[in-house]
C-alpha cells in the first residue's frame, strides 16, 4: 500500500490549507485513515482521524474546531482541511491507515504511512 499525501505550503497565521491523502489499494475504504504531524525537533503527534466510513471522527485537543477530517464514503482518499492556522502547527503531515475500521488515535494502530507534506505557518 502505498499512501501519498498533498497540499501543504507556505500560509500566513490566521489562513487554511486542505491536505488530501490518496491509498494505492481500494481496501483502503474499508479502513480508518489518520493524520499524524512532526514538528522539528519534536515526537509526531496525532492530529487527526476518520472511520472507514465517516461515521466517527476524533482530533487532538490542540486542533479541535479548526481542523476538520472527512473522506468521501467509499474511498480510500482522506481529507483534512485546516482553517486558522498558527505557527505552532507548522509540521510536516503524514497521513496513515489504518489496521483496521476505527479512527484511533494511536499511532501503533496504523500500518501504512506516507511521506509527509510540509506546512509551514508563518507569524
Known amino acids: 500500500v502505498q499512501l501519498q499525501a498533498y497540499g501543504g505550503g507556505l500560509v500566513q497565521a490566521g489562513g487554511s490549507l486542505r491536505l488530501s491523502c490518496t491509498s494505492s489499494?481500494?481496501?483502503?475504504?474499508?479502513?480508518?485513515m489518520g493524520w499524524f504531524r512532526q514538528a522539528a525537533g519534536k515526537e509526531r503527534e496525532f492530529v487527526a482521524a476518520?472511520?472507514?466510513?465517516?461515521?466517527?471522527?476524533s482530533y487532538a485537543d490542540s486542533v479541535k474546531g479548526r481542523f476538520t477530517i472527512y473522506r468521501e464514503k467509499g474511498k480510500s482518499t482522506v481529507y483534512l482541511q485546516m482553517n486558522s492556522l498558527k505557527p505552532e502547527d507548522t509540521a510536516n503531515y503524514y497521513c496513515?491507515?489504518?489496521?483496521?475500521?476505527?479512527?484511533?488515535?494511536?499511532?501503533?494502530?496504523?500500518?501504512?504511512w506516507g511521506r509527509g507534506t510540509l506546512v509551514t505557518v508563518s507569524s
Open positions: 496513515a491507515q489504518n489496521r483496521w475500521a476505527g479512527a484511533g488515535s494511536e499511532s501503533s494502530g496504523y500500518a501504512y
Open positions: 476518520i472511520n472507514w466510513d465517516g461515521s466517527s471522527t
Open positions: 489499494r481500494r481496501t483502503g475504504s474499508n479502513n480508518g
